[in-house]
């Protein structure tokens, strides 16, 4: 057993070597310089390296080629000022462009300071799955015309702060197949015209958000085959900063849905989510919010904040409930809050619900049902026949 052991890392040694020889610069062999400015390559040099133990990979200038990472833990890419993975301009046959930077069965990874161009024929800038934990993306800029900026899926766990993801071929950030994933301080628009765009696509996977910006997009937030959002303060990796509000804006006018649920969870705790703007002037179920199909949303501490929508505010339709603290939807060119086929809406205990300067503030149908309403802050006006002040009917 011992001459095994013995074998093991004399092999090791022999093959990290050459790789470490590279960097005249190092200080111990958990560092290395891959230059690819001058002809090296950073996929090349991960082949080499062992995947169980800490190595922190310096990058230089622009490396174009597919990056794998593929079982490694503890593995840190850290990009020099202007460094960048560019996709190459052919996509291999074997199928391994899938992604420009693709991370796999791996834990513990960090990716900072990097700016990563993908094409058309990419699936997305960055793809993170097979049960991936632990892998934190930093200081990133994704752009290109990929399907996705950044695809995280079968079940991994990944966390973003300071990443700006813009003009994807459909959605900046997708979390699927139970994935987790935490954003702070980031950003994921759209500077383009043309086309249908998403922020962010949870479809069966989670996402915890604080002080990040999503900016016209078609739909900011997209939720489905029963994912969920979070907007909720969580421990940062950037110091914490006051308001840290997660933003959804349409300054270009673009925008159909501040957040989708269809169906889904959208729950808003101790941070704000405030939404301008949104919608489309013909309203229908465009707007800040849609809810259908049997979704949720709560908003116990009166942290939803809903401004001037162009189409609705927020639409609750299709057996789909709504828990509302101190919420604010006021100024929309149509409905503020409506209700729809078997739903309903709870003005909860103690809070103070504004609904004002709406071109209707509340409206439900003969099938729906909004409780609280004594709760109402102000005057706002109403058409829906069945608007109970309290919780309940009278009870026996």
């Keep these: ?49 062992p995947k ?22 503890g593995l840190t890419l850290k990009g020099a000022p202007g460094a960048a993975l560019q996709q190459p301009a052919t996509t291999p046959s074997n199928g391994l462009g899938v992604w420009v930077l693709s991370i796999r069965a791996s834990q513990s990874v960090t990716v ?16 993170i799955g097979q049960n991936s934990t632990d892998v934190r993306l930093r200081n990133l800029t994704i752009d290109g015309p990929a399907i996705f900026g950044i695809e995280i899926f079968e079940g991994s766990q990944v966390s973003l702060a300071g990443v700006t993801a813009r003009d994807p071929g459909f959605a900046a950030l997708a979390a699927l197949d139970l994935s987790d994933v935490h954003i702070e301080q980031s950003l994921f628009e759209e500077t383009a015209s043309g086309g249908f765009h998403e922020g962010i696509l949870a479809g069966s996977g989670h996402v915890t958000m604080q002080s990040t910006t999503i900016r016209d997009m078609q739909v900011g937030i997209g939720v489905g085959a029963h994912g969920s959002v979070d907007i909720q303060s969580f421990n940062s990796y950037f ?17 159909y849905q501040g957040v989708g649920l269809s169906p889904g969870t959208l729950g808003v705790g101790d941070t704000k989510l405030r939404i301008t703007n949104a919608g489309q002037p013909s309203g229908f179920s465009s707007g800040a919010i ?22 609705q ?19 929309g060119k149509h409905g503020g809050l409506l209700v729809t086929n078997l739903s309903s809406v709870a003005v909860l205990f103690g809070s103070q619900a504004l609904f004002g300067g709406n071109a209707t503030d509340v409206f439900c149908d003969s099938t729906s049902v909004i409780t609280g309403t004594s709760r109402f802050a102000g005057v706002p006006s109403t058409n829906c026949p069945n608007l109970l002040p309290y919780d309940f009917v009278p009870l026996p």
């Design 112 to 127: 900072d300071g990097l700016a990563i161009h993908s094409g058309a024929s990419a699936l997305g800038g960055i793809g």
């Design 1 to 49: 057993m011992k001459c095994k052991i013995l074998l093991v890392l004399g092999l090791c040694a022999f093959v990290v070597a050459p790789v470490i020889a590279q960097n005249n610069n190092s200080q111990d062999n958990s560092t290395i310089t891959v230059n690819c400015a001058a002809g090296q390559s950073l996929n090349g040099t991960l082949f080499q390296l």
């Design 313 to 331: 505010g927020l639409f609750v339709s299709n057996n789909s409930h709504a828990s509302l603290g101190s919420s604010n939807i006021t100024g």
């Design 290 to 311: 849609s809810a259908s199909d049997g979704s949720t949303v709560s908003d116990p501490n009166g942290n939803l904040v809903i401004t001037g929508s162009i189409g």
């Design 52 to 73: 169980l133990f800490p190595v922190t990979v310096f990058v230089n200038g622009t490396c174009t080629e597919y990056v794998i990472i593929n079982g490694f833990r």
């Design 239 to 255: 110091p914490v900063v006051r308001p840290n509000d997660v933003v959804i804006e349409n300054p270009a006018g673009t925008n």
